[in-house]
C-alpha cells in the first residue's frame, strides 16, 4: 500500500458521509461553530473563507448566525450537498468548486477556516502553497483557523486497523506511519451493499511548533495553539486548534 497522492476521488464521495454521519452530529458541529466564533472574536457582518468546506456542515451554520459566508472545496458532490442543505435551511452561502493551493481571492476575507483535518492532503511545498493563498486571501488583520489532528493523540492511540459498521456495512481503513515523512497512510475499504470499493490517502501530521513556524514563515505575526474546547494546546489535547493572524 503506497498512497502518493491525496485520492479525493475516491475518497471524498457519499460513502464518506454515508458513515461518518454517525460522528459528524448536529451536537458536534454546534460545538465546533461556537468554539469557533469564540477563538475567531467573529464579529456580525464579517467575512469567513470556508476552505475545504466539505458539505457544508460548518459554513452553513455561519451563515444562520448571519455572516457572510464563501465555502470552497475540489469535491462538486460536497458542493451539490452543502447548496441543498443552504435552501433547506434558508441560508446563502456562496460555493466555488476549486483548488486550496490556487484561491481566487486576495485581501477579501476576515477569516479563513480549515476544519477536519482538511489540510495536509498535498507534499510540503504544496501545503505551504496553502498556507500562503490564505494569508493572500485574508485583509490585514484577518485571521486563519486550522483545526487538524493532534500528532501526539495520534501516536498515542495508533490503530493500524479500524472497522466502522453502519447498517450491516463496513469500512476497513488500514493505516501505517511513516515516520520519515511524518505522513499517515491509509487504504480505505468499502463494503457496501454487496458492492466493495477502495481508495488510498495520506495526511500530513504536525506537532504545534512545526506548524507555528510554518505560519510565521508565511507572514502570519501571531499563531496560538489550542485544545478541542478551547483549552490551551496540551500534549493530550483532543484535536489541535491553530489560530494565526495576519
Known sequence: MVANTFDGNSVFEEDYLYFYETLLTPER?????????????????MSILDLACGHGRIANQLAARGYHVTGLDATAFFLEKANQ???????????????????????????IINCFTAFGYFDDNENRSVLTQAYRALKVGGKLLLDIQNFS??????????????????????????????RTHTERIIIRDGQVR???????NFTFPEIRDWLLQTGFSEVEGYGYDGEPFAVDSRRMIVVASK
Open 85 to 111: 442543505d443552504a435552501v433547506s435551511n434558508g441560508v446563502k452561502v456562496e460555493y466555488l468548486q476549486g483548488d486550496m493551493r490556487s484561491l481566487p481571492f486576495s485581501d477579501r476575507f476576515n477569516c
Open 198 to 204: 477502495r481508495g488510498e490517502y495520506f495526511v500530513r
Open 29 to 45: 458541529t454546534q460545538h465546533e461553530v461556537d468554539l469557533i466564533c469564540r477563538l475567531l472574536d467573529l464579529q456580525a457582518g
Open 153 to 182: 493523540r495520534v501516536l498515542q492511540e495508533f490503530t493500524p486497523e479500524l472497522i466502522t459498521e453502519c447498517q450491516g456495512n463496513y469500512m476497513l481503513a488500514r493505516t501505517r506511519y511513516d515516520a520519515l515523512t511524518n
